[in-house]
Structures are given as C-alpha cells and as structure tokens.
C-alpha cells in the first residue's frame, strides 16, 4: 500500500499542490483485533475502483496477506485513499 501511494497518489506536484502526506497507524483495540491503517492524500481512486478486480500485483499480494491472516480490509477515497486491515491477534 505504501508503494502503491508513492507511485500513484501524487502523479503530478503542479497539478496536487499541497504538501504530500502518507500516514501509518498500527493499533490494538479492545476487542483484541490489530488495525494496520495507511492513508495518503494524494489524488485518491476512482470511486468505482475494485482492489479485487485490480491486475496490480501489489494489490493481488495485499487481498492475499488478508486473507491469510483471517482479515478485513476498509478503503475510502476521501482526500486520497486511506485503507485499514483489520486482524485478530494471536497472542490474546
């Protein structure tokens, strides 16, 4: 996801003229789940973008890790794109 905001999120300087941001969050909740959140704001994704239907091997490795650790992904294309991988942890 991170290289994914480096190639794509901030394409042209001139034309995205604030400063270029990507954010990481890694946290617990009480629940016992970890959330991985990364969030750019950069130019963000077309609204109907499906990361399923992506032919992006990048994309195709995150959907992969996901399901391997029995997880959920949230994405919203709000001033750039932020998503959250939520997970269980295994050391309650």
Known sequence: MISNSLKY??????????????????????????????????????????????????LQLVETLIKQLDGKKETEFTNGTMTKIIFRDVKP
Do not use: R, W, Y
Request: hydrophobic share 30%; aromatic share 10%.
């Open 9 to 58: 999120a901030f394409p042209d300087p001139e034309d995205h003229p604030v400063e270029c941001e990507i954010k990481i969050d890694f946290t617990k909740d009480q629940n016992n789940e970890l959330i991985l959140q990364i969030s750019d704001n950069g130019v963000g994704m077309p609204e109907d973008f499906d990361f399923n239907k992506s032919q992006s091997f990048g």
